[in-house]
Structures are given as structure tokens and as C-alpha cells.
């Protein structure tokens, strides 16, 4: 596994059993989700049939986001895939981490 992909997951395995609040930023559209982490797995793009999902983060837990009515809603499923194509890690610290992918800019917090 890569060096940085590696780094990225510690990080956010030392934050098991906290709420993560992940910004992501693709084009034009801000996406902001509070999710409860239970686990983190790594998918690698060679373990996939599916051609265009590529190597990701599997955040294992719940969580919700606001609508377009402002309402927060849950997410479908029990688990938020972090696409790391790409990864760059930004900046890294205690509380917060900022990474760019080849699909997004994305601020991983701890509230």
C-alpha cells in the first residue's frame, strides 16, 4: 500500500468511534457529511469487477447529511467509500486532514 494511502488510514483509524465530518468538494458541488466511524477498510481498484470503481478508503459506521431543503437525511448505507485515485494528502494534523484525489478536495474533521 502506499505510503500516503497508509498515512491517510492511520489517521482516520485513530478516530474510530468519532463523529468525522467530511467536506467534499467536486466542481461546482459541496457535500458535507457527519459520519460515525466504526472501522476503515482498503479496497484496491484490482479487487473491484467493475471497471470504474477505482482504489478506496471504506469508512464503516452511519451517517447523515443536509438536503437541498436543508433537512438532514441518512445516508443509504453503513458505509462511506473515500475514492484515493490520485491521493495527495494537503495538510495533516490531530483534528483535521486535507487531501486532494484525482475526483475531489476533500477536509476530513473531528467534531
Given at each position: 500500500?502506499?505510503?500516503?494511502?497508509?498515512?491517510?488510514?492511520?489517521?482516520?483509524?485513530?478516530?474510530?468511534?468519532?463523529?468525522?465530518?467530511?467536506?467534499?468538494?467536486?466542481?461546482?458541488?459541496?457535500?458535507?457529511?457527519?459520519?460515525?466511524?466504526?472501522?476503515?477498510?482498503?479496497?484496491?481498484?484490482?479487487?473491484?469487477?467493475?471497471?470504474?470503481?477505482?482504489?478506496a478508503?471504506?469508512?464503516?459506521g452511519?451517517g447523515?447529511?443536509?438536503?437541498?431543503?436543508?433537512?438532514?437525511?441518512?445516508?443509504?448505507?453503513?458505509?462511506?467509500?473515500?475514492?484515493?485515485?490520485?491521493?495527495?494528502?494537503?495538510?495533516?494534523?490531530?483534528?483535521?486532514?486535507?487531501?486532494?484525489?484525482?475526483?475531489?478536495?476533500?477536509?476530513?474533521?473531528?467534531?
Amino acid at each position: 500500500m502506499e505510503q500516503s494511502i497508509q498515512k491517510l488510514m492511520d489517521w482516520i483509524n485513530s478516530h474510530v468511534n468519532e463523529t468525522i465530518v467530511i467536506e467534499k468538494k467536486e466542481l461546482r458541488d459541496l457535500d458535507k457529511i457527519h459520519f460515525n466511524l466504526e472501522a476503515v477498510a482498503f479496497r484496491s481498484a484490482e479487487d473491484v469487477i467493475d471497471d470504474y470503481l477505482g482504489s478506496a478508503l471504506i469508512l464503516k459506521g452511519f451517517g447523515s447529511t443536509l438536503n437541498a431543503d436543508g433537512e438532514l437525511v441518512s445516508l443509504p448505507h453503513s458505509t462511506y467509500d473515500l475514492a484515493i485515485d490520485g491521493l495527495r494528502i494537503e495538510d495533516i494534523g490531530d483534528r483535521k486532514a486535507e487531501i486532494t484525489t484525482d475526483r475531489a478536495k476533500y477536509t476530513l474533521s473531528v467534531d
